[in-house]
């Protein structure tokens, strides 16, 4: 079974819907990330949590918000979806440790009509 | 403002040959540095890391190289088989902010048998 899995794996949606991606992890890692990825652009940080009680914003946060409803569950909202949110989204997770090496869930496929 | 580039957006390699991609950052404060293998659909996998107290690091057939000078590493895959073709990310971070990693945009690399 997979370590870190990513419900759903595909997702079209219409602008200004609300959705929720949803990411849960048996490997025991303490660290939650979420990225999106676009073409040409890579893979960047939205947001990511320490632990339970620890969430920070990453690099691209507006107009995304999280929830870490426990150790193994880290969920991303997108309150109001518009276009530009049209993306690959990666669930990721790490051990407490600084630099760490993250640990990458399948991927969510979403696109905003 | 793009910290971490990679300049090449594909590579075609035959089979048995070196691979080599190459990777440039900016940022002065990144110290730890990663190497991520992705196929189609899947999320990326970790490959390879090195730290700034090393200048090299090998793991069977897959090297990394870290100028720090020239703010620049590079992965080399001898010799190179058709199941290495995958995109890959290398991805660098700051112990100063703890597990946040900067991503490049991703190297296409082909091996033809």
């Known amino acids: 079974d997979a370590d870190v899995t990513q419900t759903p794996r595909n997702r079209i949606t219409k602008t200004g819907k609300r959705i929720m991606l949803e990411c849960s992890q048996t490997?025991?890692?303490?660290?939650m990330y979420w990225y999106r990825q676009d073409p040409g652009l890579g893979l960047r940080l939205i947001y990511y949590?320490?632990?339970?009680?620890?969430?920070n914003k990453g690099e691209i946060s507006d107009g995304y918000s999280v929830s870490r409803q426990a150790q193994a569950k880290f969920s991303l909202s997108l309150e109001s979806a518009i276009p530009n949110q049209t993306a690959l989204y990666f669930c990721?997770?790490?051990?407490?440790?600084?630099?760490?090496?993250?640990?990458f869930g399948p991927g969510t496929r979403l696109l905003v009509l | 403002d793009q910290q971490v580039k990679q300049n090449s957006p594909s590579l075609s390699v035959q089979e048995g040959r070196i691979s080599i991609l190459n990777c440039d950052y900016t940022?002065?404060?990144?110290?730890?540095f990663l190497w991520y293998k992705k196929y189609p659909a899947e999320g990326p996998t970790f490959l390879i890391s090195?730290?700034?107290?090393?200048d090299k690091n090998e793991d069977g057939r897959f090297t990394v190289f870290l100028n720090k000078s020239a703010k620049h590493l590079s992965l080399h895959i001898v010799p190179s088989q058709p199941g290495d073709s995958a995109v890959y990310f290398c991805?660098?971070?700051?112990?100063?902010?703890?597990?946040?990693?900067?991503f490049g945009t991703g190297t296409s690399l082909t091996v033809i048998p």
């Open positions: 490997k025991g890692h303490d660290r």
């Open positions: 990721a997770t790490s051990r407490a440790d600084i630099q760490e090496t993250q640990y």
């Open positions: 949590s320490f632990d339970v009680k620890d969430i």
């Open positions: 940022n002065s404060m990144f110290d730890y």
């Open positions: 090195i730290s700034s107290i090393k």
């Open positions: 991805a660098a971070s700051a112990g100063s902010t703890g597990n946040q990693f900067y």
